[in-house]
T-cell receptor, first 115, second 111 residues
Framework: AQKVTQAQTEISVVEKEDVTLDCVYE???????LFWYKQPPSGELVFLIR??????QNEISGRYSWNFQKSTSSFNFTITASQVVDSAVYFC????????????FGIGTKLQVIP | KAGVTQTPRYLIKTRGQQVTLSCSPI?????VSWYQQTPGQGLQFLFE???????NKGNFPGRFSGRQFSNSRSEMNVSTLELGDSALYLC??????????FGPGTRLTVL
């Protein structure tokens, strides 16, 4: 069975601070995909990243970066110099090979960035 | 380019009724996925369609069904509604690249 654990249910940071959202996953598959999504207060989910299990390179996109470590089954997400617009619920997710099939989500981490 | 659209945005039904939700993906996208979001269960995968074929289904009872048309538009149907079906239903489309685009969702309330 697949499982995604986001141990941090809520995090508050002051604007311009860096923040890391943790994600630990469990799967017996050797090929799988990991995702991060953002859900702002408006409710619409926003796709942030998809990473397959064979690609362990860290990825950076602007102020966002992702650290994938297979050895610890973690796929952590860091926001550098946080902004108020980053306030949202962030979901980590896992799927079997093929991308968007049978996606398993974590419970989400609510991030509040205080001005 | 128009985004993913979902209709209706809000819906109120009573127990025992059935409901059909619609999703129009981004033009050219052939993959459509459906998700249910509730406060208790969080986000859960319902099903994914590609070129009119259901490729996978999540752990939901047979009351939940869906289909995809030749123009890639998708519908999901819930029959014999239960109180626990009250949720935000999200649809997403993908064009084969890594990125996935979500619609605004349909908020279903079952009374």
């Amino acid at each position: 069975a697949q499982k995604v654990t986001q141990a941090q249910t809520e995090i508050s940071v002051v604007e311009k601070e860096d923040v890391t959202l943790d994600c630990v996953y469990e799967t017996r598959d050797t090929t799988y995909y990991l995702f991060w999504y953002k859900q702002p207060p408006s409710g619409e989910l926003v796709f942030l990243i998809r990473r397959n299990s064979f690609d362990e390179q860290n990825e950076i996109s602007g102020r966002y970066s992702w650290n994938f470590q297979k050895s610890t089954s973690s796929f952590n997400f860091t926001i550098t110099a946080s902004q108020v617009v980053d306030s949202a619920v962030y979901f980590c997710a896992l799927s079997r090979s093929g991308g968007y099939q049978k996606v398993t989500f974590g419970i989400g981490t609510k991030l509040q960035v205080i001005p | 380019k128009a985004g993913v659209t979902q209709t209706p945005r809000y819906l109120i039904k009573t127990r025992g009724q059935q409901v059909t939700l619609s999703c129009s993906p981004i033009s050219g996208h052939r993959s459509v996925s459906w998700y249910q979001q509730t406060p208790g269960q969080g986000l859960q995968f319902l099903f994914e369609y590609f070129s009119e074929t259901q490729r996978n289904k999540g752990n939901f009872p047979g009351r939940f069904s869906g289909r995809q048309f030749s123009n890639s538009r998708s519908e999901m149907n819930v029959s014999t509604l239960e109180l626990g079906d009250s949720a935000l239903y999200l649809c997403a489309s993908s064009g084969g690249a890594k990125e996935q685009f979500f619609g605004p969702g349909t908020r279903l309330t079952v009374l």
